[in-house]
């Protein structure tokens, strides 16, 4: 069902899309300004369901690429994702109706909702990740057969480029980040347009609602002196992702981390309050592996979240710190995310992990050693 | 000899220092005006131990004088903000999200102009000379007497801030200038912020300054004047009257310096014990870690160079409560009316110093006036006492290695000589004043911070530019060169940028260069 959003409830989304983050996806308060920045003039923007969206609309999905912290310098002229959007309308000769997020997690949750706020054009609840992902072709619209191509690209200075890879979305993962280096390492996207049709068959629904939903589910539980992992617990099998549960709770003990080809790796180790055997937790930008001793119990694309233990606010491995309080906290991801042709996408083996997929629910119960 | 003066919220506390040695402490009450507070400490000292005035080498002064400035919105002057790096960062311009009442307190007006850099250096667009002499003609035509100046990426090139710095000098006379790469690091609205806030103060330190440069030297004194810094190092009051945003943290800073310099630490966790609140901070190499998120001052978002504190409600003044066999502790305290509260004061309130006392572990006011407290709750709100603040301690800690822990602060009596995770306890002597013992032994530094192409093999070269740039800040700051030493090296990698770009971070100290007078 439609809604709108307006400044008030930007802090509840932020903080759910820092959540579905999974420890990356970029600091999401600045999204939050630029929105709440154009927000001041358009008032609301209004979120549609897919179930909404006739076959023949358009959508044209916006988002930022590349580094988070050269974005907290240069920050954007404001004018990017639209004229991304403009130039795929140009070469695709069709009119954007709607925009949408292409990642729910971090700060491309809110770029959708800055471009909609300027058009006017409403932005459809749902996204390709369900969560953050590193690169571009990790998408269910690729999964599902929507080719990410033709992407535009474009700059603060209104400069603008097309990368048309037809249906090799690695390729255009590649050509598109190379492109962001050369605009000093941060550009704004526009590409999977599809009709919607094709947006019901391949994205997952009601991320951006959400996202709003586990933000302020956090904070009113907080407001009543409830705990906000346990009201986080509840309220995911009303969802798709039908099942949220704290797999560990402990201290960080260790945070290890490289660089490796531009992105941050590493591996946190938080040892529980009694005798349990150590939680680690490896990332790539994103958590992607959980194990307890020596048995695994989170495989991406499942979420796994860091949240500090009184207060519930999610933790990202930038700011993972030895000392820190914290619960391992686990969500299934849903089912269209766990199909045999999602999981050689972004499984587990895409991140060069050796191990198969399996859900974390069934984890829990057998374990894998 | 020296003088360490801490101007706090309450109390004004100064110590003479001979060397190593502290030769006379004294606590007086904060005066409304900066200036007259300070002689009077200072005419306390001198009765408390007699000296020359041409015997103090040096005069150290920490003071909340102006973050209060900023938190009251009040003595600030009209500013303005010049960013360079249009087309970007326009989405966002100066002064965004800043409190309406600051605006007005300053009236703040933001202008964004050509210019700025890409984090490999290259322009974002050229400067544009006329679009910048309109700007400014504007500032002059509005009466603006403060100029905050920003630059995209300005802590990897600061040619373009300096360029119009020089400009809008010549072109205002008496106007003063503030930059952003010499205030705050990466994160351009966050160091934009704090250069305003700068900007906006310095006609006030211009009048402190000059007020207690004067004020000193009708005194008779010859010696320089430092004012202490956010991390611990000092400036001498003529790069105060041009840094007044770099006294922001002084306060919890040089209570942990103190307690350094009192303990013999060079790495440990201190616990500043107060009446409301205990305050836990981490010393490395001497100097107090500093925060690595944003601070907000006054409503507006900065990445100042605040110290790491955690802070929790326990201190001497805090109420115990005992019911059934459940004692807790604070948070809330009976603050300043301690000696008329409490119960060895002859008042009614059950505090925290009560349960001290009846331990016997020390003696303040009457013991006989908490004889009857049954000894099993003394030891459960003492124990509970103790549990919570090593929890902080543990917290603080960045690595799993036990910590030495040094307890300041007139509330410390609470603590017991042993704390769960604590390598050892230490109570320093003069532990009530280790705030002005902060102040006066406080050293001069020099930082880097900036984001650094990385080649293969070329790891070590890069550090070692970073480290003399360093040092050559430290020297240039006043520092005795021999004794500059690198104490802090930071190595970030930064994800999805290619050539191993990395932040590095490094800070040179070295001893203040004392001059005979």
């Keep these: 069902m439609a809604f709108d959003i307006t400044i008030a409830d930007l802090g509840d989304l932020v903080r759910g899309a820092a959540l579905l983050g999974t420890g990356g996806g970029g600091d999401p308060a600045i999204g939050h300004t630029l929105v709440a920045e154009a927000l001041r003039d358009a008032g609301t923007i209004t979120v549609i369901d897919p179930d909404e969206l006739s076959d023949d609309d358009f959508v044209i999905p916006t988002a930022l690429m590349g580094a988070p912290s050269v974005l907290v310098e240069r920050l954007p002229r404001g004018s990017e994702p639209v004229d991304a959007l403009r130039a795929l309308e140009r070469h695709t000769g069709r009119t954007a109706t709607a925009t949408m997020p292409i990642e729910s997690g971090g700060i491309n949750s809110t770029i959708p909702l800055f471009v909609a706020a300027q058009l006017g054009i409403p932005v459809v609840d749902a996204d390709g990740m369900g969560r953050a992902f590193p690169e571009l072709q990790m998408e269910t619209f690729a999964v599902y057969g929507v080719n990410g191509s033709p992407l535009a690209i474009a700059d603060e200075h209104g400069h603008t480029a097309i990368v048309n890879t037809v249906a090799n979305n690695k390729k255009m993962e590649d050509w598109a980040r190379a492109l962001t280096i050369k605009m000093g390492g941060v550009g704004y996207i526009a590409e999977y347009g599809m009709d919607g049709a094709e947006v019901r068959r391949t994205a997952i629904p009601r991320t951006l609602s959400l996202a709003l939903r586990l933000g302020r589910t956090i904070r009113e539980a907080r407001e009543h002196h409830r705990d906000p992992v346990e009201a986080l617990s509840e309220l995911l099998p009303e969802t798709l992702y039908h099942r949220g549960e704290v797999i560990f709770s402990g201290k960080i003990v260790d945070v290890e981390r490289t660089t490796v080809e531009g992105f941050t790796r590493g591996k946190a180790r938080i040892a529980g309050f009694g005798d349990e055997p150590e939680c680690t937790v490896d990332f790539q930008n994103e958590y992607l592996v959980a194990r307890i001793g020596d048995e695994t119990r989170v495989l991406v694309p499942d979420l796994i979240t860091i949240l500090h233990l009184e207060t519930g606010e999610p933790i990202t491995a930038e700011t993972l710190r030895y000392g820190q309080r914290v619960r391992v906290f686990a969500i299934s991801t849903p089912e269209m995310m766990r199909t045999p042709a999602a999981l050689e996408t972004f499984g587990p083996a895409a991140f060069g992990l050796t191990e198969d997929f399996v859900p974390f629910e069934r984890l829990a119960r057998t374990g894998v050693r | 000899m020296r003088i360490g003066i801490d101007v706090g919220g309450t109390n004004t506390d100064a110590v003479l220092l001979d060397g190593h040695s502290v030769l006379a402490e004294t606590k007086t009450a904060t005066s409304g005006d900066v200036t007259s507070g300070i002689i009077n400490a200072i005419d306390q000292l001198r009765r408390a131990r007699p000296f020359e005035t041409t015997s103090i080498k040096a005069v150290m002064i920490g003071t909340t004088h102006f973050i209060n400035a900023i938190i009251e919105a009040d003595r600030l002057c009209p500013t303005a903000a010049v960013r360079l790096g249009l087309p970007a ?429």
């Design chain 2, 89 to 517: 960062t326009a989405s966002l311009p100066p002064l965004v999200g800043w409190p309406d009442r600051l605006i007005k307190a300053t009236s703040g007006t933001g202008y964004l102009c050509h210019g700025g850099h890409e984090f490999d250096g290259r322009l974002i667009s050229p400067m544009d000379r006329s679009e910048l002499m309109r700007v400014i003609e504007d500032i002059h035509a509005r009466g603006i007497r403060t100029v905050a100046i920003s630059s995209v990426f300005s802590p990897v090139n600061a040619e373009l801030e300096q360029e119009v710095a020089s400009l809008v000098l010549e072109q205002i006379p008496g106007v003063h200038v503030s930059m952003s790469h010499e205030i705050g690091r990466m994160g351009l609205l966050e160091r934009e912020n704090a250069t305003i806030i700068n900007a906006c103060l310095r006609e006030l330190a211009e009048q402190v300054c000059t007020g207690l440069a004067a004020t000193l030297r009708e005194a008779g004194f010859t010696a320089p004047l430092y004012l202490s810094q956010n991390d611990g190092t000092l400036m001498d009051v003529d790069y105060a009257r041009e840094y007044p945003v770099a006294t922001f943290a002084s306060g919890p800073t040089n209570s942990m310096r103190g307690a350094a310099f009192l303990s013999g630490l060079e790495t440990c966790a201190v616990v500043d014990v107060g009446g409301t609140t205990s305050d836990v901070g981490i010393l490395q190499s001497g100097f107090p870690r500093e925060a690595t998120a944003e601070v907000s001052v006054g409503g507006v978002r900065t990445n100042f160079r605040m110290p790491d504190v955690l802070s929790v409600g326990i201190g001497g003044g805090s109420r115990v409560r005992v019911r059934d066999d459940d004692v807790t502790v604070g948070p809330d305290s009976v603050g300043y009316r301690l000696r008329e509260e409490a119960y060895v004061f002859g008042g009614n309130t059950l505090t925290a110093t009560d349960l001290a006392v009846a331990s016997g572990h020390t003696e303040v006011g009457d013991p006989s006036l908490v004889a009857q407290l049954d000894p099993s709750h003394v030891r459960a709100g003492l124990d509970r006492i103790a549990a919570e603040v090593a929890e902080i301690v543990d917290r603080m800690r960045t690595s799993p290695t036990p910590l030495p822990v040094a307890l300041v602060g007139g509330g410390s009596i609470l603590l017991p000589d042993e704390l769960e995770g604590a390598a050892k306890v230490l109570r320093p002597d003069h532990f009530a004043v280790a705030n002005a013992i902060g102040a006066a032994i406080a050293q001069i530094g020099g930082e880097v911070d900036r984001i650094f192409a990385v080649a293969p093999g070329k790891r070590d070269e890069v550090l070692d530019t970073a480290k003399q740039e360093a040092v050559d800040r430290a020297v240039a700051a006043g520092a005795e060169p021999a004794s500059v030493e690198i104490v802090d090296v930071e190595e970030v990698p930064i994800a999805y940028l290619p050539g191993n770009a990395t932040r590095i971070r490094v800070r040179a100290v070295g001893d203040l260069a004392l001059r005979d007078l």
